[in-house]
C-alpha cells in the first residue's frame, strides 16, 4: 500500500482565495484587514516564514506591516513596539515570530499582546478559551491540521489520536482540538517510554518533535493518517519532517509531506485568524455606533 498524499499547498490556496473574498467585502465596508508581523534578530528560517506571511497578506488583499528588529533590541524596547500595535486602529492582527533572542522573555512579550488582536493564538486567556471549549483565536498550526482532517474527511470522533511532542504552539492545542473533536487523545512527550508503543496504536498520529525521522514506518498503524508538523534541514540539505516519509508512506492510509504539507497551512490559517480579527473589530464599532 502507498499512502495517499495529503495535499497542504493545494488547500491553502483555496483558503487563502476565501479569505482575499472576505478581506474584499471589509475592505468594501471601509476596513482593510491590518497584520502586523514582528520579527526579531537573524534567525534565517523565520526570515522566510516571515517574508511568505506578508506576502500572503498582500496577495489577499490585506494590510500587513513588517517589524524587524536587531537581536541587541531589549524586551523593554519590544514591550514598547507591542503595545503601540495594540493601540495602532489600523492593525487587526499582531504576532511576534518565534524563538525569541534567549534575553527575551518570549511569555511576558505574548503577554502583552491584546488578546482580540492575538492572531497565533498564544495569549494565556486564549489558550484558556481553548482549553474550556470557547475558542478565541486557534493557533495555526493545529487550526490548519483540523482543516486538513476536515477536507479529507478523517472520522475523528471515538478515534484514537496520537500526539508525538508536547509544545505550548503545537502539541498542547492540538491535544484540545482533537479532544473538542472527539477523539482519545494521547499526548507523548520527550520522557515517553517505548514512543513506537504508542504511535502504533493512532489511528491518527501527529509529529511534532522538530527532531528529523523519529517517527518511522514500523511505528504507524497501518491505515493511519499521519501528520507531520517537523520542518528540519537534513544532511543533504533539504527540508524534510519529523516522519520517515520513505517508510512511512508504505504503511500509513494518508500522509502529508514536507514540504508542502502543513507548512503553507500555518500561514493560511494566519490570514483566517486575522480577517477573524478584523471582522469582530468591525462587529465591535457597530454595536458602539
Ligand atoms: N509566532 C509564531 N512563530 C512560529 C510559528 C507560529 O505559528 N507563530 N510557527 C513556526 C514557524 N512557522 C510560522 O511562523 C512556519 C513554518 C513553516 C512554514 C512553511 O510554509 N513551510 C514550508 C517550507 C518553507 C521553506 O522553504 O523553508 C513547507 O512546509 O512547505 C510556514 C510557517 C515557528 N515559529
Known amino acids: 500500500m502507498t499512502a495517499r498524499i495529503i495535499d497542504g ?12 473574498q472576505r478581506a474584499a467585502s471589509l475592505t468594501a465596508r ?46 523593554e524596547e519590544l514591550l514598547a513596539r507591542v503595545n503601540a500595535l495594540n493601540e495602532d486602529p489600523s492593525i487587526h492582527g499582531i504576532l511576534v515570530q518565534l524563538p525569541l533572542p534567549a534575553h527575551i522573555d518570549a511569555h511576558r512579550v505574548i503577554e502583552t499582546i491584546a488578546p482580540e488582536k492575538d492572531v497565533d493564538g498564544f495569549h494565556i486567556s486564549n489558550a484558556g478559551l481553548l482549553m474550556t471549549g470557547q475558542p478565541l483565536f486557534r493557533p495555526c498550526t493545529p ?6 482532517l476536515e477536507s479529507e474527511q478523517v472520522p475523528l470522533r471515538g478515534a484514537e489520536a496520537v500526539i508525538v511532542g508536547a509544545s ?4 498542547k492545542p492540538m491535544a ?23 504511535t502504533r496504536r493512532a489511528d491518527v498520529l501527529v509529529v511534532a518533535t522538530g527532531k528529523a ?40 492510509g494518508a500522509i502529508t509531506p514536507v ?16 480577517i477573524e480579527a478584523a471582522e469582530r473589530a468591525l462587529a465591535g464599532a457597530a454595536a458602539q455606533a
Open 30 to 75: 471601509g476596513i482593510t484587514p491590518g497584520l502586523a508581523v514582528v520579527l526579531v534578530g537573524e534567525n534565517a528560517a523565520s526570515q522566510v516564514y516571515v517574508r511568505n506571511k506578508v506576502k500572503a497578506c498582500e496577495k489577499a488583499g490585506m494590510h500587513s506591516v513588517l517589524e524587524q528588529f536587531p537581536a541587541s533590541m531589549t524586551e
Open 176 to 198: 484540545m482540538l482533537l479532544l473538542a473533536a472527539g477523539a482519545t487523545v494521547t499526548l507523548c512527550n520527550s520522557k515517553t517510554r517505548d514512543l513506537g508503543a504508542q
Open 168 to 171: 505550548n504552539i503545537v502539541g
Open 259 to 274: 514540504p508542502g504539507g502543513v507548512g503553507p497551512m500555518t500561514i493560511a490559517m494566519l490570514l483566517v485568524n486575522t
Open 213 to 252: 525521522g523519529i517517527v518511522t514506518g514500523d511505528m504507524v498503524k497501518p491505515g493511519a493518517v499521519v501528520i507531520d508538523v517537523g520542518i528540519n534541514r537534513g544532511e543533504d540539505g533539504k527540508l524534510c519532517g519529523d516522519v520517515d516519509f520513505a517508510s512511512a508512506k508504505l504503511v500509513a
Open 143 to 148: 487550526y490548519g491540521v483540523m482543516k486538513m
Open 9 to 20: 499547498a493545494a488547500l491553502s490556496e483555496q483558503i487563502r482565495a476565501e479569505v482575499a
